[in-house]
């Protein structure tokens, strides 16, 4: 089983990696931001968010085709969330996936710019998905916009950055990591279903899937930040809490807080169970995210 997922996985990795490099030399811009973008795309993620897209349609029995724009356009955002992260204004970070952030490796107008191109062109990929209906994009710009915007990502990243050195409540914690890492991720999970045309059931079950998982993610996240392999993570240990940020482990210990991500694996496990046999997969994708070392 876990084998058979980790090839999946590794399949669907490199078919991000090249829908991405594909777009990269569509790209026209000026040289140094044209470098600048290429050194943050074309690196070494995960890619857990167009991966998510792609099994939710596979799981759903479409063709998996048919997501490789949407896949490749919620790569893009994230991306372009991490470029602007980095930023001395905002989490100062100078590594990201073991190298040296934009800004550091570039400049700090030259990593804003180019985070700022690399969301348009999200919005452009999505656009141009020519093999989808028109609604199927109007559905899926409409899904992508609301779930980074100021109900979403850039809302959760406001309340980050007011929240450091801060002593804040669970809920609070909480609110926050839906809006900064789940939204996106929840927003993945939705997007594989407009892919498939899901009905509104479907698509609730998704969305309540996604939420569980963008918990799990962020759950795992501080876990790791607290015990994991500084060469794995690519980038220092315990940065979160140098910065005094709150954290899973911070607030609750981390006993607690692997208590809450098993509560988590379970609840999004049976939310995967309810697609039927063949929701199997997102069962076994979240016990990976779950478990992942980095």
Do not use: W
Not at 205 to 213: D, E, M, P, R, V
Not at 282 to 290: C, D, G, V
Request: hydrophobic share 40%; charged share 25%; with cysteine.
């Amino acid at each position: 089983m876990e084998n058979n997922l980790s090839k999946q996985i590794n399949f669907l990795r490199q078919r991000s990696n090249k829908q991405l490099a594909l777009h990269m030399r569509q790209l026209a811009a000026p040289k140094l931001l044209k470098e600048a973008i290429d050194y943050s795309i074309l690196g070494s993620g995960k890619r857990v968010r167009p991966i998510l897209i792609y099994l939710v349609v596979r799981a759903l029995g479409a063709e998996i085709k048919h997501a490789d724009k949407p896949a490749a356009a919620i790569e893009l955002i994230h991306n372009y969330s991490l470029i602007h992260d980095d930023l001395p204004a905002m989490d100062d970070d100078d590594m990201r996936r073991g190298k040296l952030s934009c800004h550091k490796k570039f400049n700090e107008p030259i990593a804003i710019l180019a985070g700022d191109a690399i969301q348009a062109l999200a919005f452009e990929v999505l656009a141009e998905a020519n093999e989808l209906s028109l609604s199927t994009r109007i559905s899926l710009i409409r899904e992508l916009a609301s779930a980074i915007g100021a109900s979403g990502m850039i809302g959760g990243q406001l309340l980050d950055l007011s929240y450091e050195k801060k002593k804040i409540q669970l809920a609070q914690l909480e609110y926050m990591h839906s809006l900064k890492t789940g939204a996106l991720i929840t927003a993945s999970a939705r997007m594989g279903g407009l892919v498939a045309g899901a009905d509104a059931a479907t698509l609730s079950l998704l969305t309540n899937f996604g939420s569980a998982l963008g918990l799990i993610f962020q759950i795992q996240d501080d876990i790791l930040d607290c015990t994991g392999n500084e060469d794995q993570l690519g980038k220092p240990k315990g940065s979160d809490e140098k910065k005094g940020k709150a954290t899973y482990v911070t607030i609750l210990g981390l006993q607690e807080a692997d208590r809450r991500l098993q509560e988590q694996c379970a609840r999004a496990s049976d939310l995967a169970a309810d697609l039927g046999p063949d929701g199997r997969i997102l069962q076994e994708l979240t016990y990976f995210i779950a478990t992942r070392k980095h």
